[in-house]
């Protein structure tokens, strides 16, 4: 990856992390409400989305823009709880596709024949 993109994954988690800290009641010097930050992390992924060619990463970026929409929708009904819930399933994802990480499930099979 190169490091402008990488850059942009990093700014994009950063923020993400504040915002599932911070929200919904921002400190009045950040300037923002929930709907502006939200936005703010769907304007991220978009942009990921068409600067990233790889297609497993465009798939963890699909995920975590479904779970910061559902965030929206958590907020917007004062379940904050769940929108905090849904941003760090969002982070998640968003980190997911910055590392490449395989989303073919992984299964160990040990001496016994147990799965893991």
């Not at 911070?22 to 009045?28: E, T, V, Y």
Request: with cysteine.
């Amino acid at each position: 990856m190169n490091p402008q993109l990488n850059s942009f994954y990093c700014k994009a988690i950063d923020f993400t992390t504040y915002v599932k800290l911070a929200a919904p009641d921002f400190p009045k010097e950040a300037n923002l409400t929930c709907e502006l930050a939200l936005d703010r992390i769907l304007t991220y992924l978009d942009s990921l989305r068409e600067k990233d060619d790889d297609p497993t990463a465009k798939q963890w970026l699909r995920l975590a823009w479904n779970e910061v929409k559902a965030a929206e929708k958590s907020f917007e009904q004062k379940n904050d709880r769940e929108g905090r819930k849904m941003l760090d399933s969002a982070r998640t994802y968003l980190q997911y596709a910055a590392e490449r990480k395989s989303m073919e499930p992984t299964i160990f099979i040990d001496e016994p024949g147990i799965a893991e």
